[in-house]
């Protein structure tokens, strides 16, 4: 299948600091991403979907100001946590899709382990 | 609110035994059943998927039994092995192609 890089795999900071998690298609092109936030022994929540050249799509509850997401390429997404806090504290995941089909799968990275301290 | 939801939260099965995920949706329009497995530190994988005009898919030892009727849809892993002991989750994708996942099922096969 599709390879989706996501770096870093894991990062601890400040509390205060920002942090930016990059997101990569390796060997198709994204028209879509999707930013997932998983907390210890509970499902994926997704957070935000970006269309290559478009702004975001937050899901409810998000604060699209804390989260930023940039989806300059058709290989590149990016998640900036800003002003991170101990409740920030979780394991982020991307996930890729090159098209709209139905059944088109959607690739995911390996995930980062943000601890904020 | 929850659009699938998931069963059992957790199971343990022998070696050699099947192991039976059950999920269940609301929304007629989803297109597309994924079940993806994941292991601990790592981003979630597809295993195997289905549409709504298929009942049953198989690949390998894993099988999708899918009851649109009911809006029921399980996963059968046959002869389970310790490798399989993971964290599984069923998905939903809409027009919207957004993915919506089950709330997990953590799969501990003993040896």
């Known amino acids: 299948g599709a390879v989706v890089s996501q770096h870093p795999s894991w990062v601890i900071c400040k509390s205060g600091t920002s942090v930016k998690i990059e997101c990569r298609s390796l060997d198709f092109q994204a028209t879509t991403m999707f930013w997932y936030r998983q907390f210890p022994k509970q499902s994926l929540m997704l957070m935000a979907t970006s269309n290559e050249g478009s702004k975001a799509t937050y899901e409810q509850g998000v604060e699209k100001d804390k989260f930023l997401i940039n989806h300059a390429s058709l290989t590149l997404s990016t998640l900036t946590v800003t002003s991170a806090h101990p409740e920030d504290s979780s394991f982020y995941i991307c996930s890729a899709r090159s098209g709209a089909r139905a059944g088109t799968e959607a690739f995911f990275g390996q995930g980062t382990r943000l601890t904020v301290v | 609110q929850q659009q699938v939801k998931q069963s059992p939260q957790s199971l343990i099965v022998q070696k050699g035994g099947i192991s039976i995920i059950n999920c269940a949706y609301e929304?007629?329009?989803?297109?597309?059943f994924p079940w993806y497995q994941q292991f601990p530190g790592k981003g979630p994988a597809l295993l195997i998927a289905?549409?709504?005009?298929?009942s049953e898919k198989k690949e390998g030892r894993f099988t999708i039994s899918f009851n649109k009727s009911a809006k029921q849809f399980s996963l059968h892993i046959m002869d389970s092995q310790p490798g399989d002991s993971a964290t599984y989750f069923c998905g939903t994708v809409g027009s919207a192609r957004q993915l919506t996942f089950g709330s997990g099922t953590q799969l501990t096969v003993l040896p």
């Open positions: 929304n007629t329009a989803f297109d597309y």
């Open positions: 289905i549409r709504p005009d298929v």
